[in-house]
């Protein structure tokens, strides 16, 4: 992914320091971060002709392997906050489903008044809490925004919550749920107004969010008209989306999240015909290098209709989009039903086939 959705920017970037100040010494978060790194090193070396797909899946097989040792030695060192806590880190970012995962973050609620003096390094575990895959992660989030002693850590743990319910939401098609996020965001606005996070005050990220959500590109409004010019130069306005399901594909050819969706949205393609699905990417490469795309796709047997949205971004600006890939798909009548940022896989299939589903 080329840059970060808004209201990921905000999370991730506060990690970054947190991640290079790394205890001193052989601590036991070190060595196992060390054979971990060691094994995803072996898998990018030996395995160079792997498609952008086949690695991902590898890389996810090393991570389960390893969620529930990570989680051992967190259990394991619950007096010692850096280890515990860089393994919370860890677990937020790379952890895979499961039983451990869970558990990891049962951990934190039960020992979150343990966290006294890294609060920083707390925080910046939370930077991929909106999309890690547990449900623990909501309450848990809920109970350190309503009990823990620290305003700061308050503040970033509503705001966190805010954005995974924004996520959650937006990936269901839930306008409830996007209300309730909407009300969580306002609620950092009015009770955090002096707190920040890596990327400055809590409450102007927030009211970013709350335009996300109350925007003409929000999900259940009505798909806006899209004017552009397509990548073999001829001029296309799509005015009118009623009567298909249709998949918004905003993209790059060197975003590699982004390629290693094209197989998703080829098989996708190749099982609904024309008059019930139509794909659309909304292309961010550079004017000089289209030519290039152009002999990609050939190759590789893509045949969709690509808009080039040139350097004032006209499109990707409309639509309120902060990364690419980002996915929109707009239903039988014309109305935005699903929005998702990044390689979400069959996740894509799964939002078209319910849509196609609703004509039949």
Partial sequence: MKQAPYFVVVLFTAALPVLARQPEGKTPYQLL??????EIRKLEEASPALSAIELRHKRHQINTQFTPR???IAEANLDDENVWLYCLLWGSRYGTPGQSL????DLLANNIDKVRYRAVLLVGAMDDMPSTSSDRVGPTLAMIASKHASEYVRGNALFTLACRTKRIAETRGDPVGCSEA???LQRVTLEYPKIRNGNGLLSASAARLVEDLRSPVAITKMAPNISGVTISGDPIRIKDYKGRVTLLSFSA???APCVAMHSVQKKLQETFPADQLRIIEINADEINSLEAVQEKMKADGLNWVVI?????????KAWRVDAHPTYCVVDLDGRIRYRGVGAIGDQLADWVEALVRDEE
Avoid: M, N, P, S
């Fill in 253 to 255: 050819h060197w975003c």
């Fill in 308 to 316: 080039v949205d040139g350097q004032e971004r006209a499109i990707t």
């Fill in 70 to 72: 990570f989680v051992a």
């Fill in 33 to 38: 971060h060390a054979d971990w790194k060691q």
């Fill in 182 to 184: 909407e009300k969580l």
């Fill in 102 to 105: 869970d558990k990891l973050f």
